[in-house]
């Protein structure tokens, strides 16, 4: 009998592969319609190797293929554990899980458990539902059911290292290491719950920084996510608008670069502005200057901006931090060209040469002739 399994699972292994790409396909689907954020989603066909094992050690339980539930998996990788019962709930909504073979195991709470949690669902895709993606029809295929596993990045980092160390179950562990396991399974938990309240805290955070930039911007501190919100906000957003228009082109308002605002962070921070209150009065204070600094400087260095077809948000910002480095002996333009990342946009040294000779035209001053007013450094 098992021979005979084994030669027909061989013999429709590509239709399995097909199942499995279907099946990923499907769930990757299902999960980004719902905005889920997920670190990965894969999957997998059982080895003809893995298969013949389990039939040897489960002998006489197999009839048919049929009754081999996990020869197609998929594995729903999530950031955090609570998302791991969202993803679980997705899954019960659209499909029909075989209950009598799934298995939560986040609700096996014995105190001495051995392991670590996860969701392994069987499911069948109703009609209508993998066939209008991709999925052939016919033969095995034909209602054909696949196992999805859920867990988080810890979960799976302990399944994984539990599976490479040879651990299946409690009584294959030997009982001096067995304490161990037990330790490694509370920390992980805790680390589990200790990231879910960061994402939280992170959550939270961007949802109030509207309301405390409005009403006491001397307490917001300057970081990535201040700085995504400040840029979209006057006086940076018309000051940029400003820029823009002396130099006759647009201001790429919707321009796509998830790290500018953390580099715009940084320029800040090095030149010793590290509130949004103090960043709102030194833009106010120097508009002038920034303007035509920037008006006399980014024709000089067009091969820094001209790809990008307009002036990018925060460029008011990055003229400031410009100004602030050339009137300051501490501090180095050259420092504030590396923070920008301007890399194969021309050489760095004339980059800087012409930011100071820049700056000479505009102020009448030699780079770091001046001082920073008090509380700026």
Known sequence: MNDDLLRAYREALPDYEALRDAAVAHTTRLLTAAGLNIHHITGRVKRAGSLEDKLRRKAGRYDSLDDVTDLVAV?????????????SRLIEKHHEVDWNHSIDKSKM??????????????????EGGLQGEGLPVGGQLAGARFEVQIRSILQ?????IEHDLGYKNRDAVPREVRRRFYRLAGLLEMADEEFMALHRMTRDYAATLPERVAAAPDDVFIDAQSMTHLLTLPPVRD??????????????????????????????HYVGVRSVGLLHKELKRNEGDIKRFAAALMPRLRQAWTPAGGAR????????ALLRACSNASLEPSEVVTLLDLSGAGNEAEMVRAVREVYQEVTGLTAAARTPPAGIL
């Open 75 to 87: 594995r729903v990788i999530t950031y955090f554990e609570s998302d791991v019962g969202v993803v």
């Open 109 to 126: 709470h014995d105190p001495d458990r051995f392991g670590y949690m996860g969701v392994h669902y069987v499911v069948r895709v109703p």
């Open 156 to 160: 799976h980092a302990w399944a994984e």
């Open 239 to 268: 000051l940029d608008t400003a820029v823009a228009k002396e130099l006759g082109v647009r201001l790429l308002s919707h321009w796509s670069d998830p790290e500018r605002p953390q580099r715009l962070a940084s320029l800040l």
């Open 313 to 320: 948000p925060g460029t008011s910002v990055v003229h400031y």
